[in-house]
Structures are given as C-alpha cells and as structure tokens.
C-alpha cells in the first residue's frame, strides 16, 4: 500500500515540477502543442475540401495547394521572410554568392533589341569573341520576340558544363555570328571601380555583401594603399545589403581586436550574439567617408552605422532605409527553403537601425531623376567618351555632388591633420 501511494505520489510531483519547468522554461521539442496539433488537423480538412471540391483553372493538388499556403503563411510575418520555391531558392543563394551559372555577358535594352554591354573577362563569351556592341538575335535557334533583359538573362543562365547556342548580329562587320557555348560559374566582384583621386583620396564601390566582399574589400584596400591613399570614399549608395558575415569582413579592417562592431537580439535574452573585431590588419588611422542614400540598407546599414557609431567615418548623403532586421535561409526539402527573419541587429553603443535607418553628418539630398542619372553613370563608367554616352543615354554625365562633398570633407580633414 506504501509503495503504490509512493509512485502515485512520486508521479504527481514529477507531473507538477515538469508543468512549472514548462510554464517557466518553454516547452520542449517534445512537449505535445494542442494548439498546433488542432491547427495542422484544420489545415488538413480545409486542404481535403478544396482539393476534392475546387471546380476551376487553378491547380488544386495537395503539393501545389500546401505551397501556396507556407507562402501565404510566412507572407503575413513581415515583408522581409518568404517561403522559397525551389528557383527562388536557388536564386538566393546565387545572390549571396555573387555568382551563377552562365557563360559571362553583361546586357542592356537599347532601341528594342537585347545589346551586350561587355563580356566579362576571363568567361566563355569573351574567350569565344564575343564584343562589345553585338546585338542578341537568337538563344538556342529561338528568335528573340519582344524581348526583356530579365528574360533573356533567364534564357541565357543555367547549370554549369550545360551548352547554349547564341546568334548576334554585330554592326561593325554587318554580319550575324553563332556562338556555342559551354556555361561556367561566373563570379561578380562586389566590389568595384577604386582609384586614386586628386589629392591621394582613394573611391570604392561595394554593390552587396556577399561571400567573397571581405576579401575583395581587402584586396582593393591594400592597392590604394600601396599607391598613396591618404583619406577613403566607401560608396554603398543603392547597396541592398546581403550578409552579415561580409559586412563584419570590412569593418574588421578598422577595427581593433575585440571591439564590438555589431550584436544581434533574437527571441530571448540567451539569444544575443556579438560580433568582435579579430585584429588581424594593420593600423588604419586615415580620415574615410561613407556614402548612403535611400537604398543603403541592411548589411551595407551595419557597415555604416558601425563606423558612424565609433567614429571612424563620417557619413554623407540621405537617410538611408531602415532595414535592421536579420533573415535567416534555411534548406528545406526539394531544393526549397525559408528565409526567416530571426533577430535585429544593434550598433555597438546598442542603437537600432530598424524602420530608423542612419542619419548622415553631412546631409545631401538628390532628387529622384538625378539619382537614376547617376545610377546609369556609375554602371557605365566605361563609355568615356562624352558624346558617346549622351547619344546612348539621352543626357549629358551630371556632377555626383554627394562624392564631391565627401572628397571636400575628407580633403579638409587633411589640411587640418597638418596644421
């Protein structure tokens, strides 16, 4: 009688301290979820009426039907997490990798037709001849009707070792060419156009964060500065972000060991992770200043907002988007995934940059037509030839004062320096 009032007992308390653990500590994994539980078996009836009931052109079997529901579902938890079909998946991860399948060309629509910017050195387009000026006729024996850039860029892409056939005509022979080639993984640089300007001010551009930006900021860091660098013009104007693993790469080269560049926050308290400088550069004390605009956002927020919260730059042009929120991409089955937003992410001395963005020191405002002209300008800074430009874009190059301003800035900085 003892012993089965003991476990009687002994089964209460142990049903007692696991309720409190949960009601103090969450549920665990395998803690049953009623509320789950009768949702799942909603969803499952509604799923069977439509699916056995639905009269119409739109598909209604349980695959499609269940797609469209995660999609509606994570649509409704903030603009920033979707459910990702398998294209977009893949669409994703090239974005954070900066690379795709292809064969190498950049394109623009001009007068209606699909016209090759440039190919991009060392691909198959410009190992095979490919110019600059050809005009894409046919992809795969298919004539181009009505085309798109977007379109024929989904064409033109593919798995890597897969072939594609591509018939231009190019103006300055008067003649079509066939060219069939084989696709690569092509890798764009994410960092573009430095140089050394007047008075030893050195310019970069950082387009996105993607995997490779740390070391291709690194690696372009390290030229300025092998041939003079005094001050530095960071651009991450109409930068949308990407990784945060990379925008940590390039505040790394300033700051010093251990120092917090960024923490992030998620659900709880335990939550918190900190992002600390790991010190391996050399000493950088020169005068730099970032560029923002409207578009500046996410990753490209972190970089600025790290470097304006320490006082290593200052930063010039408009306020920039406010995207201070962490998505995380996860593999799901059949090639898809999720992307999640799963924390916010703070500023060293803990500002939010969320739905606040960075306000600039040196505010400059540029009206919308301008800023496209610039958009244009600095994507094209290969046609140097002034009537050139104007014949194919319809306006003459226009004064980028948001660069002159932070030139003028930084030039003053070093006057001052050697007072």
């Known amino acids: 009688m003892f012993k089965r009032i ?17 009601a103090h500590s969450g549920a665990p994994s395998w803690w049953p979820d009623r509320t789950r539980d009768q949702s799942v078996r909603y969803y499952r009836e509604v799923l069977q009426l439509v699916q056995e009931g639905f009269v119409g052109e739109a598909p209604a079997d349980y695959e499609e039907l269940t797609r469209a529901a995660l999609e509606g579902m994570v649509k409704t938890l903030d603009p920033h997490s979707q459910f990702l079909r398998a294209d977009a998946f893949q669409e994703t991860e090239d974005e954070l990798t900066n690379a795709f399948g292809g064969v190498g ?17 060392g691909t198959p387009a410009e190992r095979a001849g490919m110019w600059r000026g050809d005009r894409l006729l046919q992809i795969n024996g298919a004539v181009l009707k009505n085309p798109t850039v977007d379109k024929v860029i989904k064409l033109v892409r593919g798995a890597p070792e897969t072939e594609v056939a591509l018939t231009v005509f190019r103006p300055t022979q008067n003649r079509s060419l066939e060219f069939k080639l084989k696709r690569e993984r092509i890798q764009l640089n994410s960092v573009r156009h430095a140089a050394l300007h007047a008075g030893g001010i050195g310019y970069l551009a950082i387009t996105q964060f993607s995997e490779r930006t740390g070391d291709e900021f690194k690696a372009a860091l390290t030229g300025l500065e092998a041939t003079g660098l005094q001050a530095l013009v960071i651009d991450l104007r109409n930068n949308p972000g990407g990784l945060l693993d990379a925008a940590i790469a390039v505040c790394n080269e300033f700051f010093e060991r251990d120092e917090l560049i960024v923490y992030t926050q998620g659900r709880t308290p335990e939550s918190r992770e900190s992002f600390k400088a790991d010190g391996h550069h050399i000493h950088r004390t020169y005068p730099i200043a970032i560029l923002v605009n409207g578009d500046t956002a996410s990753a490209a927020e972190i970089v600025a907002g790290a470097m304006k919260d320490t006082r290593r730059a ?39 940059i969320h739905e606040r963005g960075i306000t600039p ?4 405002e540029v009206s919308a037509e301008d800023e496209a002209k ?13 009537a050139e430009f104007q014949e194919r874009f319809g306006f003459v190059r226009i004064e980028d004062w948001q660069l ?16």
């Open 105 to 121: 060309i950049q394109v623009e629509q001009r007068d209606g037709q699909i016209v090759i910017v440039a190919p991009i050195a």
């Open 361 to 364: 020191q040196v505010e400059l």
């Open 314 to 352: 200052v930063i010039v042009g408009e306020k920039t988007f406010g995207k201070g929120s962490v998505q995380s991409v996860m593999p799901l089955r059949h090639g898809e995934g999720l992307r999640l937003t799963t924390a916010r992410y703070y500023t060293p001395s803990g500002i939010t």
């Open 374 to 386: 610039l958009r244009v300008q600095q994507s094209r800074l290969d046609l140097t030839v002034a």
């Open 404 to 419: 002159n301003a932070a030139e003028e800035v930084l030039a003053g900085v070093l006057v001052a320096q050697k007072k």
């Open 6 to 22: 003991f476990f009687i007992g002994a089964a209460i308390l142990a049903s007692y301290g696991l309720g409190q653990y949960v």
